[in-house]
């Protein structure tokens, strides 16, 4: 999968809401009430990533979740990421 240039990251970065494209990732952080709904939500997420078989880098502590996403298979970001980005955000305003 050929990674996206800069123009097409930019067009598919508008689509999404509070995402950043910093280096060759996505990145967002998602804050939450507290510990059990953070951890609820990553493990929607995990099967939306198995689907995809495409998995974010990320960091959970206490009610945030500090996420990160690239293609690591082509070097930069792709379809996927932005696939995942918005099926991450679905899941949390669900
Ligand atoms: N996830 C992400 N974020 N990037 C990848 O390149 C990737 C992945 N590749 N999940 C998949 C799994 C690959 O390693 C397996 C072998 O299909």
């Not at 050929?2 to 967002?28: F, M, T």
């Amino acid at each position: 999968m050929q990674p996206y240039d800069n123009a097409q990251i930019e067009q598919a970065l508008r689509e999404l809401d509070g995402w950043q494209c910093v280096g060759n990732h996505l990145a967002k952080t998602y804050t939450f009430p507290n510990f059990v709904r953070a951890f609820g939500w990553m493990a929607s997420v995990a099967l939306c990533a198995e689907r995809l078989n495409h998995h974010p880098d990320w960091k959970n502590v206490y009610n945030r979740v500090e996420v990160q996403l690239s293609t690591h298979d082509a070097g930069g970001l792709t379809e996927l990421d932005f696939k995942l980005a918005k099926q991450m955000d679905g899941l949390f305003t669900s």
